[in-house]
C-alpha cells in the first residue's frame, strides 16, 4: 500500500496569518544567502568588467591560459571568477579540453544584456561602497558614504552634477527607464486637448518631450518645473527637438512654491524620495497649482501590498538604495498608501494600477505604480 504524500501544512509550521514559518536551520541558511551576495555580484560584474565574457563570445573554447592573456589577468584568477558562472550555467566548462565557452549568456539578446549590465554598473557605482556606511546613514539621515567617498554633501542627485562617474552611471539607467515606461505611462492617463500641463521636478525636459509627443494636441503646452540650474539644458533639449513654441522651463523649489493655474500635473519617479511629510507637502503643492477639476498623474514604483510576494524585489534593494545611497531618506510605499495620503491632501482617487508583471523584463527590479486623482474643491 502505498503511503500518502504529507502535505505542505504538516511539513512546515506556520505562523498566526498561515505564512510558512522558518525553522532556525532555514533562518541559518537564509542567513547565507546575504552573506554570499556581494561576493556573487562582483565575481559576475567583474567577469564582464574584464572582458572574459565578450572575449569567449568573440572567440568560444577558450581556456584560462589564452583568456587570461587576452584580459591582462592570471589564468588562476580567471579559473576562480568563472568557477561562479559555471555553477550558475552562465558559462560551460570543458573539463576534458580545459576550455570555456558561453552557456546561457550565449541566449541573451544584446538589448536585455545592456539593460542588466546597466542596472548592475549603477549598484556598483552608486550603492556598493556607499551602503558600507548604511547604519551612519540611518541614523544620521544623511548619505554618508559620498561624504566619506566623495567629499560631497547632500544627496546622490546633488552628487551627480559634480561627479562624472555617479553621473553616468545613473543617468544611463535613468534615461533608460524614462524611455521603457513612458510609454505605458501616456497609454493609461488622460491629458485633454489644449491642456496646460505641468511637468513637477521634471529634471531637464525628457518628461515635457515625451508628454508633448505622446499626447500633441492644439494648444498643448507642457511646462517643467524644477531646480533654476536645470533651465539651461532643458531649453537646449527643446530647441533641439524643434518643440521651443510648446514647451517651457520654470525654476523654483518644490518646497516653497509650485506655480498655480494648470490643468493637469505629472509628478514621475520622484515622490519615493521622500519621507510622509514631505511627500504630504508635495502633494498639497500640486493641489495649489492645479485648477479646480485639475488632475494629477503619478508614475512611482510601488511595493505590493502583500511584502511577502515571492517575486517583490523593490523591498530588497529600495530602502537600502534610499536611505544609504540617494537621500538619506524615503522609498516606495504600497500602492494603498499612496492614494490614502492623496486623499488626506483633498484628492479623489479615480485610478489607481500597477504595470503587468508578465510586461516587465524579469531583471528589472522597480514594479511601476500609476495613481491619478482630481482636484476638488
Known amino acids: 500500500m502505498t503511503s500518502a504524500t504529507p502535505t505542505t501544512t504538516a511539513m512546515e509550521p506556520h505562523d498566526s496569518k498561515g505564512a510558512t514559518a522558518l525553522t532556525p536551520e532555514a533562518t541559518l541558511a537564509r542567513f547565507r544567502e546575504y552573506m554570499v551576495g556581494p561576493s556573487r555580484f562582483m565575481s559576475l560584474v567583474s567577469s564582464f568588467e574584464l572582458g572574459i565574457v565578450d572575449k569567449l563570445r568573440?572567440?568560444?573554447?577558450?581556456?584560462?591560459?589564452?583568456?587570461?592573456?587576452?584580459?591582462?589577468?592570471?589564468?588562476?584568477?580567471?579559473?576562480?571568477?568563472?568557477?561562479?558562472?559555471?555553477?550558475?550555467?552562465?558559462?560551460?566548462?570543458?573539463?576534458?579540453?580545459?576550455?570555456?565557452?558561453?552557456?546561457?549568456?550565449?541566449?541573451?539578446?544584446?538589448?536585455?544584456?545592456?539593460?542588466?549590465?546597466?542596472?548592475?554598473?549603477?549598484?556598483?557605482?552608486?550603492?556598493?561602497?556607499?551602503?558600507?556606511?548604511?547604519?551612519?546613514?540611518?541614523?544620521?539621515?544623511?548619505?554618508?558614504?559620498?561624504?566619506?567617498?566623495?567629499?560631497?554633501?547632500?544627496?546622490?542627485?546633488?552628487?551627480?552634477?559634480?561627479?562624472?562617474?555617479?553621473?553616468?552611471?545613473?543617468?544611463?539607467?535613468?534615461?533608460?527607464?524614462?524611455a521603457n515606461i513612458d510609454p505605458w505611462f501616456f497609454d493609461n492617463v488622460d491629458i485633454p486637448a489644449g491642456a496646460k500641463v505641468l511637468d513637477v521636478a521634471g529634471n531637464t525636459g525628457l518628461g515635457a518631450i515625451h508628454t508633448y509627443r505622446h499626447k500633441a494636441?492644439?494648444?498643448?503646452?507642457?511646462?517643467?518645473?524644477?531646480?533654476?540650474?536645470?533651465?539651461?539644458?532643458?531649453?537646449?533639449?527643446?530647441?533641439?527637438?524643434?518643440?521651443?513654441?510648446?514647451?517651457?522651463?520654470?525654476?523654483?523649489?518644490?518646497?516653497?512654491?509650485?506655480?498655480?493655474?494648470?490643468?493637469?500635473?505629472?509628478?514621475?519617479?520622484f515622490l519615493d524620495m521622500?519621507?510622509?511629510?514631505?511627500?504630504?507637502?508635495i502633494l498639497q503643492g500640486v493641489h495649489k497649482s492645479l485648477n479646480v477639476g485639475g488632475t494629477v498623474h503619478i508614475l512611482v514604483p510601488v511595493y505590493p501590498e502583500n511584502i511577502k510576494d515571492a517575486d517583490n524585489y523593490n523591498v530588497d534593494f529600495f530602502p537600502a538604495f534610499f536611505i544609504g545611497c540617494a537621500m538619506g531618506q524615503g522609498g516606495p510605499q504600497k500602492l494603498s498608501t499612496y492614494e490614502r495620503w492623496l486623499r488626506e491632501c483633498g484628492f479623489e482617487v479615480t485610478r489607481a494600477i500597477t504595470k503587468n508583471a508578465a510586461e516587465i523584463p524579469p531583471d528589472v527590479i522597480p514594479v511601476q505604480g500609476l495613481l491619478t486623482a482630481t482636484k476638488i474643491a
Open 217 to 269: 494636441s492644439e494648444g498643448l503646452t507642457v511646462t517643467t518645473f524644477d531646480l533654476p540650474e536645470k533651465e539651461p539644458e532643458a531649453l537646449k533639449n527643446f530647441k533641439a527637438e524643434g518643440l521651443e513654441e510648446h514647451l517651457s522651463f520654470i525654476g523654483g523649489n518644490v518646497f516653497d512654491e509650485i506655480p498655480q493655474g494648470y490643468d493637469v500635473a505629472l509628478i514621475k519617479h
Open 58 to 178: 568573440e572567440t568560444p573554447g577558450l581556456t584560462a591560459a589564452q583568456l587570461g592573456a587576452a584580459v591582462g589577468t592570471k589564468p588562476d584568477v580567471v579559473e576562480q571568477l568563472l568557477l561562479l558562472l559555471v555553477k550558475e550555467s552562465f558559462v560551460a566548462y570543458d573539463e576534458a579540453a580545459g576550455t570555456y565557452t558561453l552557456d546561457a549568456l550565449a541566449q541573451l539578446p544584446a538589448g536585455d544584456l545592456d539593460r542588466a549590465l546597466n542596472y548592475m554598473n549603477l549598484i556598483k557605482v552608486t550603492a556598493l561602497r556607499q551602503l558600507y556606511y548604511l547604519t551612519e546613514s540611518a541614523r544620521t539621515g544623511t548619505i554618508v558614504g559620498l561624504k566619506e567617498l566623495y567629499g560631497a554633501e547632500g544627496t546622490l542627485y546633488d552628487a551627480v552634477a559634480d561627479h562624472q562617474d555617479l553621473n553616468d552611471a545613473w543617468l544611463r539607467l535613468m534615461n533608460n527607464v524614462t
Open 274 to 281: 521622500f519621507d510622509k511629510s514631505d511627500v504630504v507637502r
